[in-house]
């Protein structure tokens, strides 16, 4: 149990363009998904807290213009990345949590995006 | 949530138990420990957490000092498949309560 899914796993994107990355809990139900990026080599930055029904909260210094986040079910969060350039090239990875189970987080395969 | 302090890396003989050291000096009486590890172009997995007590499971075991100022995760039958980075995480075990990853510790298993 506890399965998180990303698609797509990789992406690859013209640079202007937008990206849109989708994070679901395949057997249970999260009020709370969060939102990662990750450069080659370095450790998972957390970019945003995403809430079911509301504003994601994103952390200090991500733009929450250009990485718009959408929660509309209990489920699926989306992560979309807008006017796309090749410096948001980087490993994007969700996270959930078991809402009213165990507080361990369950993270997602990873979506690998390039823009060209 | 209180900062952690991890080795950079480490090596272990296949077959032999990896202990992995986290220091976690500033720790709040209400902050678990939280081990997770991703190995290279995967998401976390997570492993194991316990607040003061030893705790043990299918994938490892974490031993907490009594001061709860540092902890060891042991793999105890270390495998290849076990190389990957492994990040201790202090926190408040609280229902959307994120997750602030350090540098963590590149383990490699070697034959």
């Known amino acids: 149990g506890a399965v998180v899914s990303q698609h797509p796993s990789r992406v690859i994107c013209k640079s202007g363009t937008s990206v849109k990355i989708e994070c679901r809990s395949l057997d249970f139900q999260a009020t709370t998904m969060f939102w990662y990026r990750q450069f080659p080599k370095k450790s998972l930055m957390l970019m945003a807290t995403?809430?079911?029904?509301?504003?994601?909260?994103?952390e200090q210094g991500v733009e929450k213009d250009k990485f718009l986040i959408n929660h509309a079910s209990l489920t699926l969060s989306t992560l979309t990345v807008t006017s796309a350039h090749p410096e948001d090239s980087s490993f994007y990875i969700c996270?959930?949590?078991?809402?009213?189970?165990?507080?361990?987080?369950?993270f997602g395969p990873g979506t690998r995006l390039t823009v060209t | 949530d209180a900062k952690t302090t991890q080795p950079p890396s480490m090596d272990c003989a296949e077959g032999r138990a990896a202990n992995l050291p986290c220091n976690h000096s500033t720790i709040s009486g209400n902050e678990y420990v939280y081990w997770y590890r991703q190995i290279h172009s995967q998401g976390p997995q997570y492993i194991i957490h316990?607040?003061?007590n030893n705790e043990t499971n299918e994938m490892a075991s974490l031993i907490i000092t009594e001061d709860r100022k540092s902890s060891t995760l042991i793999l105890p039958h270390a495998t290849l498949r076990d190389t990957a980075v492994y990040y201790c995480i202090v926190r408040v075990m609280e229902y959307g309560n994120k997750l602030v990853f350090g540098a963590g510790t590149i383990l490699r298993v070697k034959s």
């Open positions: 996270s959930a949590g078991v809402a009213g189970g165990r507080y361990e987080q369950y």
């Open positions: 995403s809430n079911e029904g509301s504003k994601a909260t994103y």
């Open positions: 316990g607040l003061k």
